[in-house]
């Protein structure tokens, strides 16, 4: 088939869709939508003065985005402090997600750190032991980087079947802002790292002094110390005032509210990297330091939260982000994985970054198995459910990258299925 | 001279001064910045069970960031409703402006549109006069795309000397966000435009009726009919729900809560064209149309709102911005004008968006007269205030994209001066 024909036919099929979907001002063909037939004279909003600047100094969404905000599963968890609320991908576009949408996973609570009182310690197998101040931080030359941070349980309840019901709970443990930062390898370099130093221990400030195990060599490649996110200081959920940047690594080393590093000789096998964020295989074994996150990707919408409202001319849209680089292509299925069509990358392609994809399609109101597939520079080609369990079981929670199948349904609603 | 040797030098420099401002943990030598001698133990919030998730479904910044705010001023303004809110530039870093921050200008006050009855109208000389809603808008394809967006007004009140004391205010009409929108080219090929159309009128739902005649070559180039800001729905003083954006031009033609389109074979010479946003020149005559914002740049710390506070290693930081295409190189000098070394342009370099420089140094406690003077890819070079004045005079308000001089005195104060 000749492989640019669907793109030209949905082109086609497009602008016949959207000449219906829009009315013509007076005695054209009635828009498709909700056209409530207002008359095209000044609305009621242009008789009134609104308000003036600086009413809001740090603005806030339109009230009647109020329904677009992080939501928690309650039964997840045994509490809210250690718990998780998830970024609504469905109601997002582009690939840079909001400061206040950003997805949460806290082990012991948000740590509420003076910024006077903050202190970074940079102990162990060094010459100097140092401890920075947050002033001391902001002084060191830094960088800005735009990367994904998904926790490693994204998609972690799918394992054993198609669970949670749209795509902010079953993918919203992923986001991607703009850090600023300092590279981890300069502040090392201050401290002097002895040549036996082969890992890195990172710590927290929160109640749970989260600690995890970092090699030296990803520490001293691309890691940053970051207390910005999208130009501002770091949310309190986020780290507040500084936390480590992972760049395609689970989320749960990109240690918040950072404390503490220690150089050592060998990983210290503690608590967040022992009974939890290891790999339960189906032979009862645990795999280890599974760090980098695999390529992925989402449909958005239509998704279960976002259903189809109308018939004709649909735009899918979906994120793709990959641990080991860049994202190369994206693929869509409206069959449930029978048929593949290349998806249209808009935007920035970004290392280790969201990439935001679309694909066009005429819905005529029959059922559609949607479904995305990511592949990275490395030739990484995202694995179907039943292939990621043939090799990884049932058993685990994390690293579940399998791709996700949404059923359209006639009425237009969306379901989480699994095919077989 | 060797030109990479103040760089070399520098990065000597940096290293040692660092070693010195942050503390050995026991008996090294003191900070030299504000540490409080706190023992490298557990700190008090690591004792306490912090808040849970989603106790902010939609976060904010942390109570100690709660400085970083647009703040307007208020004798600059007949009225609230009529003025501006400037962009805390001194407080951010990156390129990426957080959404609650990106400064606001009204005519009319913030329009207040219900999404349900928003409607855009298609007219003039077009095929078929349409009228689209907000569903309408965002079934068509759209793209994602990062600029810069500058008001005319921006450094408005230094043409006649050194005026306002901050970045924040001589500069912060400025901003730079990921916009998603539908190509305009796309919306106007709906409606069909006819051979004569030469011009676009765009008329905003606001009070003032905002409107502004735009050339259909620029229209059917790169602009946007906007609806998300950084992936989230515009914020209601940015036009919720939906604006033009123009790359690269004035501000003021991003017509928000973006009501009417409509094609003409001339400008309209509304209100806002002809006793604004026009350059009244010496001679007395006034200048119109006049809409790219030419190559420019600031240093957004040190700054009078944001002072040095340690003699030693120093990172310049400042922003800098083309609305002909992409900014090639930014130039930093310490001697006002006299000297010019090279500063690191850092991060993303994009078409018509801010880019993010820095330039370090070794500040010994001396008097500094910093500047920067951005070069874009088309070769112009940003002008110094008084080459700006020979040609334009002093009687205009727009378009001041003179290299501005900070004063940084022994006691590490920044004050805005010119240099003559």
Request: hydrophobic share 40%; proline share 5%.
């Amino acid at each position: 088939m000749d492989k640019d024909a669907p793109k030209r036919a949905a082109r086609r099929r497009f602008l016949r869709a959207a000449g219906s979907a829009a009315a013509a001002l007076a005695g054209g063909p009635a828009l498709a939508g909700n056209l409530k037939n207002l008359p095209p004279n000044v609305p009621e909003w242009t008789r009134a003065l609104g308000d003036g600047v600086a009413v809001r100094p740090y603005g806030k969404p339109s009230k009647h985005e109020a329904h677009v905000v992080r939501r928690d599963v309650q039964w997840l968890t045994a509490s809210r402090e250690s718990s998780v609320s998830f970024t609504p991908l469905h109601e997002l576009d582009g690939i840079i997600t909001p400061n206040g949408l950003c997805f949460e996973r806290h082990h012991g609570g948000i740590a509420e750190i003076d910024p006077e009182d903050y202190r970074l310690i940079v102990h162990g197998l060094v010459e100097r032991e140092l401890i920075f101040t947050l002033a001391d931080l902001k002084r060191f030359p830094r960088v800005n980087r735009i990367h994904f941070l998904e926790c490693a349980a994204n998609s972690g309840m799918e394992w054993r079947g198609a669970q949670l019901n749209g795509c902010q709970y079953t993918h919203g443990m992923v986001h991607c802002v703009e850090y600023t930062g300092v590279p981890l390898r300069v502040l090392l370099a201050e401290a002097g790292v002895k040549p036996n130093a082969k890992w890195l221990l990172a710590e927290g400030a929160d109640s749970a002094a989260m600690s995890r195990s970092i090699p030296l060599a990803k520490a001293m490649d691309d890691c940053l110390v970051a207390y910005r996110m999208n130009g501002e200081m770091l949310r309190p959920e986020q780290g507040y005032p500084a936390r480590l940047v992972v760049p395609g690594w689970e989320g749960n080393v990109w240690v918040k509210w950072l404390r503490r590093l220690k150089l050592g000789d060998e990983p210290w096998f503690a608590r967040e990297e022992t009974s939890k964020y290891t790999d339960l295989m189906a032979d009862g074994k645990a795999r280890q330091f599974t760090f980098v996150m695999d390529a992925k990707s989402v449909i958005t919408s239509p998704s279960p939260q976002a259903p189809l409202r109308q018939k004709g001319f649909t735009v899918i849209s979906g994120l793709a982000w990959s641990g080991r680089g860049k994202i190369t292509r994206v693929d869509v299925s409206l069959d449930g994985g029978k048929n593949w069509r290349e998806a249209k990358i808009d935007g920035l392609v970004l290392d280790k970054a969201c990439v935001r994809f679309y694909a066009e399609t005429e819905w005529t109101g029959g059922e559609m198995l949607l479904q995305s597939r990511a592949i990275d520079e490395t030739g990484y080609v995202q694995p179907t459910k039943s292939e990621l369990r043939k090799i990884r079981g049932v058993n685990s929670i994390y690293h579940n990258n399998g791709i996700q199948t949404w059923l359209v349904k006639p009425n237009g609603e969306v379901e989480n299925v699994e095919v077989s």
